[in-house]
């Protein structure tokens, strides 16, 4: 595709639910980022996936948290058992290859609301 | 430890005046760093790039400074409009493969008034 599509683009769930959000990287970026933003705050690393190896997981907030990436394109976020807290924008992102200069090109997000 | 850090958190000018907006990093080895422009309910979409070697680069009424040296950049805005009203987000890239590669601040929200 053009640019990098998440989706839902939004997600209401109830508080114990699992959740799956999608991520779509731009066709051939090798890379690819998960973040977390929570309202008013700034973007939290989760994880870093490069091909459908996940070299750096170490933003994943809890073992509720995971993901996998398949075909080096498509990535899934799952969340478990949701909270409260988990409440925020999930941004993906995907950039050619971990270079210098390698632009990350954001997605619109995912804006996840516990009830 | 790798981090960013950027001031003020928010500023609130009016229309048509400038603004500087600052970032200090103590990112270690450094690759790059970029200034990204978050609109609301939106990605962020990149501005500008500045490696190393480069010290000033200017994009329309943005230009953006590095001094490698004391690990300090700004983003400096002239002439601002509305639309300039966003979250700008200092990102800072190391060169160290094995890690994150990726370390974001956590973002001027500015706001520019009529």
Redesign the interface.
């Known amino acids: 595709g053009a640019g990098v599509s998440q989706s839902p683009s939004n997600k209401v769930t109830e508080k114990g639910k699992d959740v799956e959000l999608r991520c779509d990287p731009i066709s051939g970026h090798t890379a690819l980022y998960w973040y977390r933003q929570r309202l008013g705050q700034g973007l939290e690393f989760l994880i870093y996936f490069q091909g459908n190896s996940a070299p750096d997981k170490s933003g994943l907030p809890s073992d509720r948290f995971s993901a996998e990436r398949t075909g080096e394109s498509v990535s899934t976020l799952t969340i478990q058992r949701t909270q409260q807290e988990d409440s925020a924008v999930y941004l993906c992102a995907s950039s050619s290859h971990r270079t210098v200069n390698t632009e990350a090109f954001f997605g619109q997000g995912t804006r996840l609301t516990v009830v | 430890k790798n981090q960013v850090e950027q001031s003020p958190q928010s500023l609130i000018i009016l229309e048509g005046k400038n603004c500087t907006l600052q970032c200090n990093y103590t990112v270690s080895p450094f ?2 760093l ?1 200034w990204y422009k978050q609109d609301t ?6 501005l500008t ?1 500045m ?1 190393f070697s480069e010290n000033t680069k200017s994009n329309g009424r943005y230009t953006a400074t590095l001094d490698a040296d004391t690990k300090q950049s700004s983003l400096h805005i002239t002439a601002s409009q509305l639309s300039d009203s966003a979250s700008y ?1 200092c ?1 800072v ?1 190391d ?1 160290n ?11 001027t929200t500015l706001s520019v008034s009529s």
């Open positions: 690759s790059n970029r309910g939106r990605g962020p979409v990149s790039i490696t987000i990102v890239s060169s493969q094995a890690g994150t590669a990726l370390i974001f601040g956590k973002g």
